[in-house]
Antibody, heavy 114, light 112 residues
Framework: QVQLQESGPGLVKPSQTLSLTCTVSGGSISSGSYYWSWIRQPAGKGLEWIGRIYTSGSTNYNPSLKSRVTISVDTSKNQFSLKLSSVTAADTAVYYC??????WGQGTLVTVSS | DVVMTQSPLSLPVTLGQPASISCRSSQSLVYSDGNTYLNWFQQRPGQSPRRLIYKVSNRDSGVPDRFSGSGSGTDFTLKISRVEAEDVGVYYCMQGTHWSWTFGQGTKVEIK
């Protein structure tokens, strides 16, 4: 059974780069035709799609974040990653990785604070 | 971006009674392939979102048949035929037709 697990620092300083990794277990990230996505949710608020990467490596980013976001995949490690640069307190949220819209990780809280 | 507007935002329901959530999009969600990529998600307290419905009316595996989706174009509805205690949470519609994909604000379902 395929599972996703987010990992990365829980605290990031303002103006720095947030880096998260999603590890895929129970299946290959290269198999099938899926979008691998990052979504975030500020505390008590709604969901925002950050971006996605297709199994071919092509990416799409939310226009509101596009200048600061990079999503990449490492097939050798069965992982995909998120980098969000120049973070501010507004980037504090639970970050989820997902495969398509069906399979989600448990989420990881990232706080931006000095 | 396509704006998804849900109503109501809060929905108190009596156990065993029906519930209905409306979702409207700012533009048509019919894709060039003829499909309408409108999904519904449930987020129970403290949990990750779970997809219930895809392409307007198709239930995901394991989703009880008391959940149903309907609609077309820009107007969509999620119905729960008889609300159970485990249905408490926030429900989101989400469009996957136009990038970037967008969610509604969420509707909080609670038991009266």
């Amino acid at each position: 059974q395929v599972q996703l697990q987010e990992s990365g620092p829980g605290l990031v300083k303002p103006s720095q780069t947030l880096s998260l990794t999603c590890t895929v277990s129970g299946g290959s990230i290269s198999s099938g035709s899926y979008y691998w996505s990052w979504i975030r949710q500020p505390a008590g608020k709604g969901l925002e799609w950050i971006g996605r990467i297709y199994t071919s490596g092509s990416t799409n980013y939310n226009p509101s974040l596009k200048s600061r976001v990079t999503i990449s995949v490492d097939t050798s490690k069965n992982q995909f990653s998120l980098k969000l640069s120049s973070v501010t307190a507004a980037d504090t949220a639970v970050y989820y990785c997902a495969r398509g819209g069906v399979l989600w990780g448990q989420g990881t809280l990232v706080t931006v604070s000095s | 971006d396509v704006v998804m507007t849900q109503s109501p935002l809060s929905l108190p329901v009596t156990l065993g009674q029906p519930a209905s959530i409306s979702c409207r999009s700012s533009q048509s969600l019919v894709y060039s392939d003829g499909n309408t990529y409108l999904n519904w998600f449930q987020q129970r307290p403290g949990q990750s979102p779970r997809r219930l419905i895809y392409k307007v009316s198709n239930r995901d595996s394991g989703v009880p048949d008391r959940f149903s989706g309907s609609g077309s174009g820009t107007d969509f509805t999620l119905k729960i035929s008889r609300v159970e205690a485990e249905d408490v949470g926030v429900y989101y519609c989400m469009q996957g037709t136009h990038w970037s994909w967008t969610f509604g604000q969420g509707t909080k379902v609670e038991i009266k």
